[in-house]
DNA sequence: TTGTATGCAAACATTTTGCAAAGAG
DNA sequence: CTCTTTGCAAAATGTTTGCATACAA
């Protein structure tokens, strides 16, 4: 794996870092990891990394193809490493939970989308919102008293 | 849609103001708009809305379920009136453009995912980003200069 | 050496909040 | 009248940029 970002960075007229190999396994550690919380990881095993380095290299990741983000929430975007299998995001509207899906499960859509429509899915950037089984989708999702 | 609005929003509690009206035409005349050029929008028909109120106010029409909102970009979110048919977005990464599509695109998908994970999907949430028929999805995206 | 990468601080874009004044019911 | 809604300004959040210095190759 260092090798590969090693490998990978060279192969693209970039420089291995310290704070490049850091934050890739931060990623790889956390699963499903803001930039914020990439940050915080990467700042507990070695003191000083900035958050716009971490910004920075994330694009730079990605751009390589070592990692890739999703929007679990309406919020910052998550990263996670393609190192693992691919997947696609299942994200429940009330408990928040993230599951990963294998591909497969979409894989009647893509087709669909490529012979109806011309369209090629970006299934790794892929993120499914709804409710989970334990979640009711029917049940009022919460008390609304404003005033 | 005037009667529905005052109607929705009275039979929550709230009430009907000019601005609510405003925001929700503009989301109705925009197709697929952001705060701000919802926003923007407003401002051309009556002077002073301010941002606060937009996004106040789309968060409440939101809760009514008279408008709904997705990610078409890495950036703002975009509205859309529920008064039109039902939809979700495909989102070509090269062009940009925005697609709508019929909900039984997917239906396939939201069987599966129902019967097999039981999940219920929201699928007025749901963008699928990919590439289009005019935009090969093997062709390199851009050339990198990096440096 | 040469040019890329980082840290830092400031700028940016977007959204949220507190509070007093305006306005709907 | 009462309570909601608005405008305003400031704060919070998330991300990007310019530039001098540090460092990989």
Chains 1, 2 share one sequence.
């Not at 499903?32 to 000083?48: C, I, K, M, Y």
Request: proline share 5%; hydrophobic share 40%.
């Amino acid at each position: 794996m260092a090798e590969d970002l090693a490998d990978r960075l060279r192969g693209s007229g970039y420089r291995l870092t310290a704070q490049r190999q850091l934050i890739l396994r931060a990623v790889e550690e956390l699963a499903h990891a803001t930039p914020d919380e990439v940050l915080a990881h990467v700042r507990d095993q070695a003191s000083a990394v900035n958050a716009s380095t971490v910004y920075r290299t994330l694009e730079v990741l990605e751009e390589l193809g070592l990692v890739r983000h999703a929007h679990l929430s309406d919020r910052a975007p998550t990263y996670h490493s393609t190192s693992g299998p691919a997947h696609f995001h299942l994200v429940c509207r009330n408990c928040q939970r993230v599951r990963s899906v294998a591909p497969g499960v979409a894989a009647a859509l893509v087709e669909t989308l490529r012979a109806d429509h011309g369209f090629v899915i970006d299934l790794g950037h892929l993120t499914v919102f709804g409710h989970c089984e334990a979640c009711a989708p029917t049940d009022p999702p919460e008390e609304h008293s404003h005033g």
